[in-house]
């Protein structure tokens, strides 16, 4: 897997985590716990996730070239789908993870906390099924492994130390919108390279 792609698959998963739910999430929970604690907790859940994600697209690489290379198209178009035309109740969200920040404890138990969303949440979404996407694309669990848990602890640590500014800057939607005209172009692309079979 070359440098070029590893750093794909990290901006990708960077940007289509900022505007999800398990972000928003983050900067609530560090509102009313130790950012620290809050950063490392939601770390670990989204690398238990990656690992996971990474795992479930290893096995996809086990199916004929052509059938593998239709599902990868479907998950791209259905995540642009779902960025482009699907809205978040992102306030019902915030709610959620106030609701689990209620009564700040000791480190472990805001760690734990932090872990326990984070993982919960990323059950299913996006990032993940685009990481078993990379992972039976390039035949690479290690590197898309890697660079995609890279990619979600940074935006774990930006949302517990900076998700409001982030926010004030720039809007969660056009994040969201660029994300799903990537997704859209590469489910395309994907279903170009359909022909050639």
């Known amino acids: 897997m070359s440098i070029g792609a590893l750093l794909g698959v990290f901006a990708l998963m960077f940007l289509l985590e900022l505007p999800d739910k398990t972000m928003i999430a983050t900067v ?3 509102t009313r716990a130790r950012p620290r604690n809050v950063a490392i907790g939601a770390s670990l859940g989204f690398v ?3 690992a996971l994600a990474v795992a ?3 096995l996809l690489t086990l199916l004929p070239a052509q059938i593998k290379n239709l599902i990868v198209a479907l998950l791209f178009l259905g995540g642009a789908a779902f960025l482009l035309l699907v809205k978040e ?3 019902e969200d915030e709610g959620t993870a106030e609701a689990q920040r209620e009564r700040p404890g000791t480190a472990w138990r805001e760690m734990f906390t932090a872990f326990s969303v984070i993982f919960i949440g990323e059950f299913g979404d996006l990032t993940q ?3 078993a996407n990379f992972s039976a694309k390039y035949h690479q669990p290690i590197g898309v492994f890697l660079s995609g848990s890279l990619a979600l602890v940074l935006v774990a640590f930006i949302g517990a130390y900076g998700g409001k500014f982030l926010q004030r800057y720039v809007a969660l939607e056009k994040i969201r919108f660029a994300g ?3 997704f859209l172009a590469l489910g395309l692309y994907s279903l170009y390279q359909l022909r050639h079979w």
């Open 28 to 30: 609530v929970m560090a």
């Open 48 to 50: 238990v996730q990656m």
């Open 56 to 58: 479930a697209g290893s």
């Open 89 to 91: 109740k992102e306030e």
């Open 129 to 131: 099924i685009q990481a």
């Open 180 to 182: 799903g005209l990537l």
